[in-house]
């Protein structure tokens, strides 16, 4: 399988996840019977206490008994996932991948092979199912995926990978938290697996065959749709007369649109406006879609409002005042005062959403800015951070009018969502003793 797809021991070397489960000592001693020059990678996130130590020592002393390369790390898990807002899982697969990569570019390797095999796709397509999926979700994990990852696996059952290991008499470690029904893949594979194989003892083969015929369809129906996604990549337009024509105008703007963050709600919209006047917007958390009488145009939001450029504070004066120019915001413009005032006069002051607190002693590097696309603030009273277009999102701001709102920064760090929340990072404290108030008033909005 992996010859028939162009991966060649004599020319491609390979990282080879290592956590020490049965599944990637299998996939390490399968790779280097075939021959692969490869480098092994272990992570360890500290997330089982002695259970950790133990997978670490046991990958070690393999990769030393079979002379492959090995590459080990700690990560505390906890602290990355509180600091990005993550689940500990979300955490633990941001950070492998991120450290597999920058080893796969300093090693000079072809690909990064990671254990997950059949039993795990049909996993993965039932979750999708529960959930609520289209095509691609049904598809499951490929043979190869972009970013250079590759599951030679992915044809593989479970029990094959056992038997494998038993007739080499190979040794493995067991995660306990992998009988843990609490999380929602192990009461698939421990729960509701063996209870569709009372109605069908081969429904991994049975699902494994809709995968593969679901992949080729979506095969063809990439090719299909090439030259109308790479007219949109280069020149950012739709034909209006192609999506009036199609007998599926949903599906066919959905496999357009989607990738730009466009949720199924607005694209049945605007198949169902095709018809309207030129000019309607529709809106991602990224990008636009503008409606011609012919076209259909989308553009970045980021250079939508690119023209308001950052303008620093002049906060050594006691009082000071700027109108923030509406430039492309078609929504109005504010200005935004401030004053110092003495601690002592806190307790007569009125905070509200459209004012900022901030100590004068971290007030010398004060801006106003857009925030850019994927930027976090770590919001008063939240655990963790999140992202700004999220912030605005759960806030209830009208999505046309996100791209234009700004942020107070300290430096780099965002202290202020103008008019929305603040961050507990510039909290004012006892041994503060003069304060600056900023207040955002409405001009014409």
């Known amino acids: ?216 369809i979506r095969l063809l129906l990439d090719t299909y749709l090439m030259p109308d996604k790479k007219r949109l990549e280069e020149k950012g337009v739709i034909d209006i007369r192609a999506v009036k024509s199609c007998m599926a105008p949903v599906s066919y703007l959905f496999e357009l649109l989607n990738p730009y963050g466009f949720s199924r709600e607005v694209i049945e919209e605007i198949a169902r406006d095709i018809d309207g006047q030129s000019g309607a917007v529709y809106y991602s958390s990224e990008y636009q879609v503008v409606r011609g009488s012919s076209e259909l145009r989308l553009s970045d939001l980021s250079s939508e409002s690119d023209s308001f450029e950052p303008m620093k504070l002049d906060i050594s004066s006691e009082r000071g005042g700027m109108n923030i120019p509406c430039g492309s915001n078609p929504f109005g413009a504010n200005r935004l005062s401030w004053k110092v005032i003495d601690r002592s006069d806190m307790a007569s002051l009125k905070v509200a959403q459209d004012t900022f607190l901030l100590p004068l002693s971290q007030a010398e590097n004060v801006y106003v800015r857009s925030f850019d696309l994927g930027e976090r603030m770590k919001p008063f009273g939240l655990k963790g951070s999140k992202k700004i277009s999220q912030i605005l999102k759960d806030r209830k701001v009208p999505l046309e009018q996100r791209p234009y709102r700004l942020v107070l920064s300290v430096d780099d760090t965002i202290a202020w969502l103008l008019g929305e929340v603040t961050s507990d990072k510039f909290m004012v404290k006892e041994q503060d003793k003069e304060i600056v108030v900023f207040t955002l008033e409405s001009i014409s909005f």
Request: with cysteine; glycine share 6%.
């Open 1 to 216: 399988m992996l010859l028939s797809n162009g991966i060649d021991p004599s020319c491609d070397r390979l990282l080879v996840g290592l956590s020490g489960g049965a599944d990637s000592i299998a996939l390490a001693l399968l790779l280097k019977e075939l021959g692969f020059d490869m480098v092994a990678a272990h992570c360890n996130f500290h997330l089982r206490g002695e259970e950790s130590v133990r997978d670490e020592c046991f990958v070690r002393n393999f990769c030393q008994r079979y002379k492959i390369a090995l590459e080990c790390i700690s990560f505390d898990t906890y602290e990355y996932a509180e600091m990005h807002a993550l689940s500990i899982e979300m955490a633990a697969r941001d950070l492998r991948y991120t450290w597999f990569e920058q080893l796969r570019t300093s090693h000079r390797l072809s690909y990064i092979a990671v254990a997950h095999h059949l039993d795990d796709n049909v996993e993965t397509v039932l979750l999708n199912l529960i959930r609520g999926t289209g095509l691609n979700g049904l598809c499951a994990m490929p043979l190869v995926r972009e970013n250079f990852v590759l599951r030679p696996l992915i044809n593989v059952t479970k029990q094959q990978i056992l038997d494998y290991l038993k007739l080499k008499g190979q040794s493995f470690c067991t995660d306990s938290t992998n009988v843990d029904t609490q999380f929602k893949r192990n009461k698939v594979r421990h729960e509701l697996i063996p209870l569709l194989k009372e109605f069908n003892p081969s429904v991994i083969d049975g699902i494994s065959r809709m995968i593969e015929n679901l992949q080729g």
